[in-house]
């Protein structure tokens, strides 16, 4: 089977990519911007044509996107996410080559969630921000296409690679130098979040399915399980051996997130059942100043509220697919790649 990866460079590219190469029944050809493509190709700027005629050439029975931005204005989003997959929907229709199209989508898309919910494919979406918006509408041009494609809506991916500028990358960066400099108190803020993180190597076993498999329309891909952002700080605490205390800028008055051996019950850390509304927060409470504490904020501005949790039952009955690596895991890659720059 010859599949065509589209963004085989960014962070979900890279382990797709990986993941296709160790199936010996996969000829993979590597379309992106950078060097490390095989051809180099912008979808932003293309035209369909063009790519069309490389599709033709290539002829690949399955065409992966993993291209896109999570940053910029509206227009860039647009340009990249929208206009992008535009792009390939319309060269796919003209080309002869009736290559299926697994498409990343993004939980971004549906929104906010009630708190305590799973979130399932017949969600209507109201995403909250242009990066949800850009998203929701590729994801609409791939539905009313008619081609024989997918689109795998992946919630918070995490692991090995999580970019420095994500909530678990920042944080992860922030323990970092606060260990570097021997700083005994670490202050977060906006971790009342709850979302719903999946392991960027789920992600391209789910990918490599889809690829497979003969399933259309949105399949969610994520844990089924939503996880507060303090309470992935305690852990990545403890992974990392971080012996100072964590403070929770936006918390209840005097808390503070434990980070023993008891998963954090009892004491003041006991306060998962508040859920706090995230604010960006920098720096120390009444301009309080301490040379042995960092203060960050990890504001969540995904547009999706307070809560995200998938229900990932059609992932399970429609790819035969379910998450193994669990959160604990996944933070533990996320330090080994921190404590490398100490």
Same mark, same amino acid.
């Given at each position: 089977?010859?599949?065509?990866?589209?963004?085989?460079?960014?962070?979900?590219?890279?382990?797709?990519?990986?993941?296709?190469?160790?199936?010996?029944?996969?000829?993979?050809?590597?379309?992106?911007?950078?060097?490390?493509?095989?051809?180099?190709?912008?979808?932003?700027?293309?035209?369909?044509?063009?790519?069309?005629?490389?599709?033709?050439?290539?002829?690949?029975?399955?065409?992966?996107?993993?291209?896109?931005?999570?940053?910029?204005?509206?227009?860039?989003?647009?340009?990249?996410?929208?206009?992008?997959?535009?792009?390939?929907?319309?060269?796919?229709?003209?080309?002869?080559?009736?290559?299926?199209?697994?498409?990343?989508?993004?939980?971004?898309?549906?929104?906010?969630?009630? +708190?305590?919910?799973?979130?399932?494919?017949?969600?209507?979406?109201?995403?909250?921000?242009?990066?949800?918006?850009?998203?929701?509408?590729?994801?609409?041009?791939?539905?009313?296409?008619?081609?024989?494609?997918?689109?795998?809506?992946?919630?918070?991916?995490?692991?090995?690679?999580? +970019?420095?500028?994500?909530?678990?990358?920042?944080?992860?960066?922030?323990?970092?130098?606060?260990?570097?400099?021997?700083?005994?108190?670490?202050?977060?803020?906006?971790?009342?979040?709850?979302?719903?993180?999946?392991?960027?190597?789920?992600?391209?076993?789910?990918?490599?399915?889809?690829?497979?498999?003969?399933?259309?329309?949105?399949?969610?891909?994520?844990?089924?399980?939503?996880?507060?952002?303090?309470?992935?700080?305690?852990?990545?605490?403890?992974?990392?051996?971080?012996?100072?205390?964590?403070?929770?800028?936006?918390?209840?008055?005097?808390?503070?997130?434990?980070?023993?051996?008891?998963?954090?019950?009892?004491?003041?850390?006991?306060?998962?059942?508040?859920?706090?509304?995230?604010?960006?927060?920098?720096?120390?409470?009444?301009?309080?100043?301490?040379?042995?504490?960092?203060?960050?904020?990890?504001?969540?501005?995904?547009?999706?509220?307070?809560?995200?949790?998938?229900?990932?039952?059609?992932?399970?009955?429609?790819?035969?697919?379910?998450?193994?690596?669990?959160?604990?895991?996944?933070?533990?890659?996320?330090?080994?790649?921190?404590?490398?720059?100490?």
């Amino acid at each position: 089977m010859r599949v065509l990866l589209i963004g085989a460079g960014g962070y979900l590219g890279r382990f797709v990519a990986d993941r296709l190469l160790a199936d010996p029944a996969v000829q993979l050809t590597a379309l992106g911007r950078g060097d490390d493509a095989d051809v180099r190709f912008d979808l932003a700027t293309g035209s369909p044509g063009a790519l069309t005629r490389f599709l033709d050439a290539v002829h690949p029975g399955v065409v992966v996107n993993c291209a896109g931005t999570t940053r910029g204005g509206a227009r860039d989003l647009t340009r990249h996410n929208t206009v992008a997959v535009a792009t390939v929907c319309e060269a796919l229709r003209r080309s002869g080559c009736g290559a299926r199209l697994v498409q990343i989508g993004c939980s971004a898309e549906y929104g906010p969630s009630q +708190p305590n919910s799973s979130t399932a494919e017949d969600a209507v979406p109201r995403p909250g921000g242009p990066y949800g918006v850009s998203k929701l509408a590729a994801t609409e041009l791939v539905l009313g296409s008619g081609l024989d494609a997918v689109v795998l809506r992946v919630f918070s991916p995490a692991g090995p690679g999580t +970019p420095a500028g994500s909530p678990l990358g920042r944080l992860a960066e922030a323990m970092r130098r606060a260990m570097q400099a021997g700083d005994g108190e670490l202050k977060l803020g906006g971790l009342g979040v709850q979302r719903d993180f999946v392991d960027v190597r789920d992600v391209a076993r789910a990918v490599h399915a889809a690829s497979l498999s003969a399933a259309q329309g949105v399949i969610n891909i994520g844990s089924g399980r939503a996880v507060r952002l303090r309470d992935a700080a305690g852990a990545l605490a403890r992974v990392a051996g971080y012996s100072g205390v964590l403070n929770e800028l936006d918390g209840p008055p005097g808390a503070h997130l434990s980070h023993s051996g008891h998963s954090g019950h009892g004491g003041h850390a006991g306060h998962t059942a508040h859920t706090p509304h995230p604010r960006p927060a920098i720096g120390h409470p009444r301009g309080e100043s301490d040379q042995h504490t960092v203060s960050v904020a990890f504001p969540y501005p995904d547009g999706c509220g307070s809560w995200q949790q998938a229900d990932v039952r059609t992932a399970r009955d429609r790819l035969g697919w379910r998450p193994r690596i669990n959160l604990e895991e996944s933070l533990a890659d996320i330090w080994m790649e921190a404590a490398c720059r100490i």
